[in-house]
């Protein structure tokens, strides 16, 4: 018995143990394992399972005071950013991310998060985990800086797969809305349908279908369903989860990280434009640290995997250490409310789509 | 005789005319009427016809002392936001929007601006200017603030229609290749074709097609073809055009937008917080106003139609004076540059997508 689950056994009983993929990301275990430092100092709750070359690890640990709440698993081999997901299936065993996402299938630990390469992950996880019982495809979930007073929006699918039938939407809509409610605190998450403004537009049929079948799930769900929000209605206070499918999703997620670093710069060229511009900015530092942390991608790091039976984070693969810990937060989070058994029941309960119900179930006997 | 046309004829004998539709702005004509000032102010070799009630445009062009450069055009009626565009095609013909466009179609004018109803403006720009031939379905490219040394990129399609397959993608890279040449000077356009990172997920059938036609046509037409970009690409200095569907070019350009338009509304918030920070606001405010400029969404404001037999420039419906005097601007260099005749050789010339002339040509004569 080793230090992470000890003391969830021992002193306080509470402990929630967090798996860790220490590899993979663009700056390597150091930048991990100093995530893994801050959240640790912040809760005294967190244990961790650390996956990766043991020795380099254990120095990183050892350096940074975390014996008493890591535990290594030793795991020589990486999954590298291009490695092709399908290549990881068959011959990923020996690799950390597998590792960190058998922790989680063997119940030693609660949740996973990795830096590493998205497809690779998704593909594991569903492999190891498998889809939750009528969840035809798993969606990643994403937070989004908006208007609401909570400071978030929740997005859906924002690259898990790129395609997605209006059941699939369906599923997205109750699982944002679950996520939203377990992750954010929304007691009655607004659910929007993301489209295009111009109505000879609103044509593309699954959407169409989409509206009609969340319309009809929404009330028994406990959601609010504003209907069709466009790309501009994303970070508004009109709405807390935005459904799409995985491609349009990921191309607005990366649209919209393109579009706030563009500002950055041009931002920071603004004040350093001239000397009169640089005291400006001296004095407005405050102001302009205020409104970085509003923005800052690094705050809302964290795409979560839902759908499957266990709760998986991937973080930014250019996550530094309040990235990575970011994500540690929201899988402590999600793990400490008993999500993954919350989302189950919801989807299970829902009175959805009952003419797709077979098809789902048979996609998933097959598939998942 | 009138005042727009006599003097093309008379002193100078290169004005250009532009056909503008007053009405169906959010802020109505007395916006229009003041862009159209404010680009009169500065080019003397533009003339204007001016669409909608003569009552009301006669009095607004008299009070901004317009009348040696105005022609109105007296419409009583105006297409409404909501308007559903096959409506429009068939009633529309006593609108401002349809007569600003027969201008076009009838050679008194040489482009048009509209502010109104998107769906509208494409469906009757389609039915009076026809499609170019070859070109199976016309595209609105927008610009977006970049990193580029000429500050915009060229995005397409960003709403004209939300199919795109292989052909129309190929035939989106050769016209915005097309407008980045004469509209931004650009003279070797480099190309990227929008998609999603994971490499399982570059698998959309018509997106790998695309990627083959466009790298067999790009040096024929002159163009260097990057392939594959990211949404966070779209304002990167790798790539002069971004080569998407409209449904996903329009959910992107929304999304950037309402990302701009949140980080200014936090910005604006961080300098009100402290009495410091409102201080150092003050003597930021030209830094600002520089960052701003490079932002500001009116000045990229004017969508252009392309693959029409006459230039269409679409300004956004909450554009202000500013905003339809840029609009103006991009119509009136687009006319100088004779950008029709330039893209209809361009798509003539190309080597194209040879297995799918017949087709194209066929939907041409049926719907063109």
Known sequence: MTAASEQTNGQSGKRIII??????????????????????????NIGFLVHGPAATLTQLIERRGLGHCCEVRDVAEVVTMDAKPSHVMRKGKGTSMWSAIDAVKNGEAEAVISCGNTGALMAVSMLQLRKLPGIARPAIACLWPSRNTGGFNVMLDVGADIRADANDLLQYALMGGSYARNGLGIQRPRIGLLNVGTEEHKGRPEIKDAHDLITEAAPQA??????????????SNRVDVIVTDGFTGNVALKTGEGTASLIREFLRQAFRATPLSRVAALIALTSLQRLSMRIDPRRVNGGVFLGLNGTVVKSHGSADATGVSSAIKLAFRLAESRFTERIAARVASAPVARQDALRSDQNNEQTG
């Open 222 to 235: 406990e959601l609010d369903f504003v209907g069709f929000v466009e790309g501009g209605d994303i970070p």
């Open 19 to 44: 798996s860790v993929d220490a590899m993979g990301g663009d700056f390597g275990p150091k930048a991990v394992v100093a995530g893994i430092k801050r959240s640790a100092d912040k809760n005294a």
